[in-house]
T-cell receptor
Framework: DTGVSQDPRHKITKRGQNVTFRCDPI?????LYWYRQTLGQGPEFLTY????????KSRLLSDRFSAERPKGSFSTLEIQRTEQGDSAMYLC????????????FGSGTRLTVV | GEDVEQSLFLSVREGDSSVINCTYT??????LYWYKQEPGAGLQLLTY?????DMKQDQRLTVLLNKKDKHLSLRIADTQTGDSAIYFC???????????FGAGTRLFVKA
């Protein structure tokens, strides 16, 4: 297993366009998280999946954001009608079922909205 | 409320010890973590401590937890230039799913 993979690594888009990011977690991990990180800040929680169920969603996530994990494996995060304030690093992380000893992060997708 | 605070910068000489401090406000937190982030990379879990412990040592890393003062520290012995990175303190409040991160402490190691 090569860890948590995120695709693409970088995305530049024009304001108003839709973008979709993909995360492939470690295969035996049933917990999956999306975080957003802006320059000089720590990651901010966006949403959490346990298997295919989305169990928690941050108030930071406006209606323009949607996340899915259809078969409990990979996940996608879509941002509709992007705004300049959406520019950030989007991080995915996964963790095993009963282990609260932290989780494994991917390298992130850096989004720039111009 | 949930909040994790850290100082923003720390500069040390190679070979010295580094101590990075963190305070948290949620007294119900059961799990506390230190993550490391190098430029352009995701976060790497360095170590963790459960709230029923007051110290944990792992090679060059020592974590100290003072639950009364809600203070967590990370000591790196014999700091190397490769330790230059941003270090994040984080907590998972009891009963929660999400990890709350501090803003990170940028460690500079001078040769």
């Amino acid at each position: 297993d090569t860890g948590v993979s995120q695709d693409p690594r970088h995305k530049i888009t024009k304001r108003g366009q839709n973008v979709t990011f993909r995360c492939d977690p470690i295969s035996e991990h049933n917990r999956l998280y999306w975080y957003r990180q802006t320059l000089g800040q720590g990651p901010e929680f966006l949403t959490y999946f346990q298997n295919e169920a989305q169990l928690e969603k941050s108030r930071l996530l406006s209606d323009r954001f949607s996340a899915e994990r259809p078969k409990g494996s990979f996940s996608t995060l879509e941002i509709q009608r992007t705004e300049q304030g959406d520019s950030a690093m989007y991080l995915c992380a996964s963790g095993p079922p009963r282990d609260r000893e932290g989780y494994t992060f991917g390298s992130g997708t850096r989004l720039t909205v111009v | 409320g949930e909040d994790v605070e850290q100082s923003l910068f720390l500069s040390v000489r190679e070979g010295d010890s580094s101590v990075i401090n963190c305070t948290y406000t949620d007294s119900s937190s059961t799990y506390l973590y230190w993550y490391k982030q190098e430029p352009g990379a995701g976060l790497q879990l360095l170590t963790y401590i459960f709230s029923n412990m007051d110290m944990k040592q792992d090679q060059r890393l020592t974590v100290l937890l003072n639950k009364k003062d809600k203070h967590l520290s990370l000591r790196i012995a014999d700091t190397q230039t490769g330790d230059s990175a941003i270090y994040f303190c984080a907590e998972i409040p009891t009963g929660g799913f999400k990890t709350i991160f501090g803003a990170g402490t940028r460690l500079f190691v001078k040769a």
